[in-house]
């Protein structure tokens, strides 16, 4: 299995397309706090740490399907070894999304970025 990064303009929705195919797909997502409109207290909002980039792990045939789909746009083969740095990057922007969506839930006072 290789790691691409895909370039999208809609990044969940290229992630729920990826999987629908049945592909391990990738993308590292934070929590802002955002007051919108006239409330008075702001609502968590769940972005992308990286804004129009979407991983993907999968071999030459699920590539292509990928590449045939709606959301995906450009692409980049990562080698292996950067390929543990950017899973790593991941998944310590996993678990800081986990980490702050526990403290919203447990009603904290969250900080902003």
Known sequence: MTLYAFYTRREFDAQEEAEALGLTCYVPRRIDMVRQGKRRRPDPVVRA??????FVETDAH???????SKHFRSWVGIGPNEARRVMAFIDQCEADYQARWAQIE?????QEY
């Open 49 to 54: 740490v990286l804004p129009g980039y979407v």
């Open 62 to 68: 699920g590539w292509h399907m990928v590449r045939q």
């Open 106 to 110: 447990a009603g904290e006072r969250v």
